[in-house]
């Protein structure tokens, strides 16, 4: 079987890339299907994320390529690939790609699932999302949620043709053992710098925060198109030095194994990586209880803290409590493995492997 990722560019650095290519390595390492990944196009010439070296790439566009304009465009070329290259599944790693791949499968036969990264109810920067969404349930052959809240949310508002199975993101292992650092005066966030993530909001934390805790720092590891706005807002709070916009690193690793929190602001979710990666780092966890993921990663007052979504007050009172509190901190590390083989990669993998041959048959 062959098995091709159809991406809109495979090298980016984002989660859904890094979690795709983690499912697509597993799958070539313990199946014999042939793997491919289909990118509209590739804007550098090698992906962020490592790609096993028997996985091909292919691209529609040689050049980055967007807009309606090129819609049919990008069927044919998509069409072309998947009879050339004799693919037998498209893999969508954003709902979004379904609007080019369901066509082809009706004329090329192709199976299609859509694999969704954000939650039901968001749409964000496309609203045509709720389109393919009730495309995909009439007409592709599988759906792939990212949590099980967002499974019922399918479910409840879509007349489904096809199966919904809810395979969260693999929670990867440090390379080496972590021993978490108690003594650490280190708060950790993460993620794209955008509307999404909250920062604006989590600025806000911080002026309640960082001015009655004077040793402690604040990191935002990512980049993003938010950036000018946020440094103003830093500089507005006066939090220069204390709030700190580290931008893209290559020692992610490094900075969790120094934190002694992370929180996550965001506003919506479909299942945070940068939760599971702190989670496998034994940090406690902060986070707004956003649609989707947070509620299923974090059990609340056992290894984190769930909070009102969007509720400032709340989150800066959360904070506070754990920076403040050495003991409650190293209560929650200590039970960070809590609920944690639902998100190990040979868990996920089984689950993926038994919907790929529900598919095929």
Known sequence: MHVGFFSGDITRSGGTENVSIMIANELFGKTNYEISFVSLFEERDAPFFPISPGIRRFSLYATPTHGIQHYFDTCNRLRKIVTERHIDLLIDIDGILDMYSLPVKRKTGVRVISWEHFNYLQNPG????????????????????????????????????????????????????????????????????????????????????????????????????????????????????????????????????????????????????????????RLPLVSFDCLTGPAEIIEDGVNGVIVPPNDIEAMATAVDGLVGNRSTRIEYSNMSDSNVEQYAIDTIIKSWIRLLYEVMQ
């Open 126 to 281: 496309v609203p045509y999302r709720k389109l393919t969404r009730r495309w995909a349930a009439c007409s592709a052959d599988g759906i792939v949620t990212l949590t099980e809240t967002d499974k019922k949310l399918y479910q409840r508002n879509l007349r489904l043709k096809c199966p919904v199975m809810a395979i969260p993101n693999p929670m990867e292992k440090p390379d080496a053992p972590v021993s978490y650092n108690a003594d650490s005066h280190l708060i950790l966030s993460s993620g794209r710098l955008t509307y999404q993530k909250g920062f604006d909001l989590l600025v806000k934390v911080a002026g309640k925060v960082l001015p009655e805790h004077p040793d402690w720092t604040w990191v935002i590891l990512g980049e993003g198109e938010d950036r000018p706005t946020l440094e103003r807002e830093i500089q507005n709070a006066h939090l220069n030095g204390r709030l700190i916009l580290k931008g893209r690193v290559d020692d992610v690793d490094s900075y969790y194994r120094r934190a002694a929190v992370f929180v996550m602001t965001s506003r919506f979710e479909g299942l945070p990586m940068v939760l599971l990666e702190a989670k496998a780092h």
